[in-house]
Nanobody
Framework: QVQLVESGGGLVQPGGSLRLSCAAS????????MGWYRQAPGKQRELVAT???????DYADSVKGRFTISIDNAKNTVNLQMNSLKSEDTAVYYC??????????WGQGTQVTVSS
């Protein structure tokens, strides 16, 4: 079993920045990838960004050039730097990790609100 603890959500004005972090803990696991999904009210959960343990990244088109994901393999932590935030980025952001042999685990979510 792997536990994920997220931090860094909050309220920010349009054009501002936030940094989300997520730390994985548990016994004897090996991370394949970590990343973030988000879910806005009335919408389906969507992938925001993902990074493999080998540092291969992937981003949703809507966040490319604004968000940067990074992984710290030594600390089992993933970070999401979010710049130039827009109102449409408002959502609950969920951290996830996929570990060998393929199990996925989720964080409980952190609210990001972009509003003036």
């Amino acid at each position: 079993q792997v536990q994920l603890v997220e931090s860094g959500g909050g309220l920010v004005q349009p054009g501002g920045s936030l940094r989300l972090s997520c730390a994985a803990s548990g016994r004897s696991f090996r991370i394949l990838r970590m990343g973030w999904y988000r879910q806005a009210p009335g919408k389906q959960r969507e992938l925001v960004a993902t990074v493999t343990s080998g540092d291969t990244t992937d981003y949703a088109d809507s966040v490319k050039g604004r968000f940067t994901i990074s992984i710290d393999n030594a600390k089992n932590t993933v970070n999401l730097q979010m710049n130039s935030l827009k109102s449409e980025d408002t959502a609950v952001y969920y951290c996830y990790t996929q570990v060998l042999p393929g199990n996925k685990y989720w964080g409980q979510g952190t609210q990001v609100t972009v509003s003036s």
